[in-house]
């Protein structure tokens, strides 16, 4: 893995993006926001809820997010098209395609998103959600993993993590969970749901800490479910609980719950990650 070039932080990557017409915007994305030979899978969801955002309003929470991970990539330009699929009373069904020129100059499809805003609604249902986290240490008496050029993934240097419970990647440990303590070293103008959607990918599968040798992973699917917390603390550190469900054939379906740093629930996450190894 090369070394990566100067860290842009998100908020200017987001800031920087341009619209090209009524549906399509333009982010432009740098080798140190890289997961291997491809943009890190958190922020390229991220970017595209953006997009979607700007195309058919930003009035509405998201609750769900399905990111299908077609291809890798390429740093430099990426365009994300939108599609208003149907908007009724209460919820907006929106579609995103993730794009970059191929060899001929026609777009390839890198990333297809299927996201779901829905505003509050009266329900005679009393409210239901876990209380607080379960138990575990601090993020001070938890061990802080470093940005290593060249060895850890690029995107690590934005993002600081304090791995509370499990083990790191290739450590032969025995265990299918991990509880992280996770920052984004640079939240200035970034929102508590976009950061909801980084943080809650910004991971490794638990799987990989059983093995003893390094060996590629890539997300094949990933679907997010958000809890809204407009209020959380952007800056803090947010807590990142994953746990191998499955595993076999070169395939770990995991599940994450990702919690503000005040203790609320803001997002579930489930995903298929393939392991090359």
Not at 69 to 76: I, L, M, N, Y
Not at 136 to 157: C, H, M, R, V, Y
Request: hydrophobic share 45%.
């Amino acid at each position: 893995m090369s070394q990566a070039s100067a860290a842009v932080p998100l908020g200017t990557v987001l800031a920087s993006r341009q619209r090209l017409n009524d549906t399509t915007l333009r982010f432009t994305v740098g080798d140190d926001w890289g997961q291997g030979r491809t943009v890190f899978g958190g922020l390229l969801s991220a970017l595209a809820v953006q997009a979607m955002r700007d195309v058919c309003g930003s009035d509405w929470p998201l609750r769900a997010l399905q990111t299908s991970f077609v291809g890798p990539v390429a740093f430099g330009a990426v365009d994300v098209q939108v599609h208003l699929l149907r908007q009724g009373k209460h919820v907006r069904q929106v579609q995103a395609h993730v794009t970059q020129p191929g060899a001929d100059g026609t777009p390839v499809v890198a990333g297809v998103l299927l996201a779901v805003f829905g505003n509050a609604r009266d329900s005679s249902v009393p409210p239901m959600l876990p209380s607080q986290p379960p138990v575990a240490k601090t993020p001070d008496e938890s061990l802080k993993a470093p940005f290593i050029p060249g060895l850890t993934p690029n995107f690590t240097q934005h993002v600081e993590f304090s791995l509370a419970e499990g083990a790191f990647p290739y450590m032969g440990a025995e265990g299918w969970e991990t509880r992280t303590h996770v920052r984004l070293k640079q939240a200035e103008g970034i929102d508590a749901e976009l950061l909801t959607v980084v943080h809650a990918d910004a991971g490794p599968t638990p799987a990989l800490a059983r093995m003893r040798a390094p060996a590629p992973a890539s997300s094949v699917s990933w679907a997010l479910e958000l809890r809204p917390v407009p209020g959380a603390d952007v800056a803090g550190h947010w807590r990142m609980d994953k746990d191998a469900l499955a595993n076999g054939e070169g395939y770990v379906n995991e599940r994450t719950l990702l919690w503000t740093p005040d203790g609320q629930l803001a997002a579930f996450g489930y995903q298929v990650v393939a392991v090359y190894g």
